[in-house]
């Protein structure tokens, strides 16, 4: 019965993803997506030009990445988290010589949870709702070099539904930084960035986390190219041997056209060799990009 129930609360979690994924896309400018249209012919013929700037977390291009994470095996009851991102990638000219490219990651969180009781197994329950928002800034230079950089500033909102399950109720904010490089048919790159809490609930805990992603990509033809990219986090403040998830994995993924629109799908395998007791020890990830490129 608690596995049925999972699966019914699963599928509503993937509901309310699903309806957010359209109510962003109808709530885009419709002069942008008109402007994209046009833009198709142009900039989207470019394929290698495409490929790159699809794989460069800070290109001068506007993105609508919708990325589902799916945590298994959680708990003596092997149960599965989700986490649906929508992290709108839009770039800002802010002088002739530098770019701002915001990265405003908005989580939606299906967590189950474990209710202890005085006797008994303890219950098995679940929340679903909106995450603390992540809302990145990277400062680019505009000029075209080699090695691809940028640095700024991450803030940490306080947006959770459930204060405490789906987010940490604390305000923070720290340095994030993107390195990489794109020879060939390679994309090598690290993202890195920490979070310190500077106000919020005070009876939660101090929030002090570490995110690096490095990524990977060799380009096939056609559009396709394998790929690996996980996301190593820290919480300092958790005990020792508590502190680290380290996954590895990897897949493949596409560029091609959904129709008329540029995207770039993506489907990752990740094993957790190092994880606190109790965490998913391995998951799943599947991202679709929605692309914007500019006129040539």
């Given amino acids: 019965m608690s596995r049925l129930l999972g699966i019914i609360a699963s599928k509503r979690y993937l ?43 800070v290109a001068s291009m506007i993105s609508i ?45 299906y967590q189950p949870v474990s209710i202890r009781q005085t006797s008994g197994p303890p219950i098995q329950s679940s929340y679903s709702g909106l995450g603390d928002m992540l ?20 803030f940490l909102l306080p947006t959770a539904t459930k204060t ?40 939660l805990p101090d929030v002090n986390q570490l995110s690096l992603q490095y990524f990977v990509n060799y380009n096939m033809k056609k559009g396709w190219y394998l790929t690996t990219g996980p996301t190593l986090t820290a919480n300092w403040k958790a005990p020792s041997g508590d502190q680290w998830v380290v996954p590895f994995g990897g897949g493949v993924g596409r560029i091609m056209k959904l129709g008329p629109q540029p995207a770039n799908l993506k489907v990752q395998f990740f094993g957790n060799a190092v994880h606190p007791a109790g965490a998913s020890p391995w998951g799943m990830q599947l991202q679709i990009v929605l692309l914007y490129p500019k006129k040539a």
């Fill in 15 to 57: 509901l309310m993803a699903a309806l957010t994924c359209i109510l962003v896309i109808v709530a885009a400018p419709p002069s942008r997506a008109e402007q994209a249209q046009a833009e198709v012919a142009s900039g989207a013929a470019n394929s290698e030009a495409l490929r790159k700037a699809a794989q460069n977390p």
């Fill in 65 to 109: 990445p919708f990325q589902e994470n799916m945590n298994f095996g959680i708990g003596p009851a092997d149960r599965t988290q989700n986490v649906f991102n929508i992290q709108p990638v839009i770039p800002v000219n802010l002088t002739k010589d530098w770019n701002v490219i915001v990265r405003w990651i908005t989580p939606i969180v």
């Fill in 135 to 154: 809302p990145q800034f990277y400062f680019v230079p505009a000029k075209k070099s080699k090695v691809i950089w940028g640095l700024g500033p991450e």
């Fill in 164 to 203: 405490g399950i789906l987010g940490q109720g604390k305000f923070g904010m720290g340095p994030t930084a993107v390195l990489l490089v794109q020879p060939r048919k390679w994309t090598l790159g690290v993202l890195v960035n920490n979070v310190w809490s500077i106000a919020g609930h005070p009876e």
